[in-house]
């Protein structure tokens, strides 16, 4: 009989500052996400630490007494990792390494750790790697790295040309190497792109874990992996679609987050390609996240550094099913609260006020389908019709279900 090994998570504690910018609610939210992307992971938080600085120690990030609680802390209780919640500058790396003696890792590097283990595919792997090795390469001083066994050392090394120096260069050969790999695939998703023909192309986009793979295995009968953690999708996915007798082709992509590492943002260009050539973006939203206005206006602004904020969208807030409605009595006066309202209620909030269409639904429970189904319709029959005015006449919206 073959024994199970259970899954042992890394215990690891959490470290961010209380700042002007950053109000203690606000630094709640960021810690309740760093230790969702921690799990994500594979590390169990053993608990948090927090501080309020006007702004970062320049050397230790937090100040000296708290870097010796968080120190002693580590000790006694074996604690293997050390995350703080924003990037760290290299000479911070290197002084709380050498303080700490454990493996410190900043909210970038965890990302990229976290889409390292989610790349399915070359194409996704090559991305991360060059994500990586731009995060390595101003770090190289705390990292001791001996590169030049990959590169071969005899006749490689300049006269008097130091190890790490070395490092730096392979690093840069294969950074060049991957970009122009990246290149070379980008051209030809460009390709696979203009074969699609003149079909209506509609982009997923939204908050990380909202649900998009879901509703994208609801809409086009597919089998796209869906998994309650963070970034659970890295590969693009492409589906052909019909709603009533209307063809379009719908496109999953890679989730966003607050904080999204620059690196990331440049290395998934040819990705986040697929949105800014996308006719129409259905923007999903988890209505039950206590943060979603946050996670709303996160993917706003990285819509708008991709210069694809200007497009025909659909807000979709989904996961009302985390909702049960228990009707009020009709003399009961106080508001409705989160965990109480109803469909009807949904559509009188602020949120359906948007200025794009705008619907609710669980695209787990499919519940208010036909509802999005018909909005979806008619904007993709909009778009269709203004590209091609002549064959109007063939599509007539339908009920399939």
Known sequence: MIERKEHRYEKAVLVGLITREQDEDKL???????????????????????????????????????????????????????????????????????????????????????FAQRAQTSYARTQVELAQYEYLLPRLTRMWTHLERQRGGIGMRGPGETEIETDRRI???????????????????????????????VALVGYTNVGKSTLMNALSKSDVFAENKLFATLDTTVRKVV???????????????????????????????????????????????????????SVHQILQEIDA????????????????????????????????ISLDEWKKTWMAKSKYPTVFISALTKENFPEMKKMIYDEVHRIHISRFPYNDFLFEYFDEE
Not at 34 to 59: I, M, N, P
């Open 309 to 340: 904020h200007q497009k025909p969208m659909i807000m979709v807030f989904n996961k009302i099913d985390g909702f049960s409605y228990v009707k009020k009595d009709e003399d009961d006066l106080t508001p409705a609260k989160r965990e109480n």
């Open 171 to 201: 690093i840069r050969d294969r950074i060049a190497l991957l970009k122009e790999k990246l290149k070379t695939i980008d051209k030809q998703m460009a390709t696979q792109r203009n074969n699609r023909g003149k079909m209506v192309r």
């Open 28 to 114: 709640t939210e960021y810690l309740d996400e760093l230790e969702f992307l921690a799990y994500t992971a594979g590390a169990s938080v053993e608990r948090r630490f927090t501080q309020k600085l006007t702004q970062a120690d320049s050397r230790t990030f937090v100040g000296k007494g708290k870097m010796e609680e968080i120190r002693d802390f580590v000790r006694e209780n074996e604690i293997g990792t050390v995350i703080f919640d924003d990037e760290l500058s290299p000479s911070q790396l290197k002084n709380l390494e050498r303080e700490m003696e454990v493996k410190i890792l900043d909210r970038t590097n965890l990302i990229l750790d976290i």
């Open 243 to 297: 709603i009533g007798n209307l063809p379009f082709l719908l496109t999953d992509t890679v989730g966003f987050i607050r904080k999204l590492p620059t690196q990331l943002v440049e290395s998934f260009k040819s990705t986040l390609d697929e949105v800014r050539e996308a006719d129409l973006l259905l923007h999903i939203v988890d209505i039950s996240h206590e943060s979603f206005e946050d996670h709303i206006n």
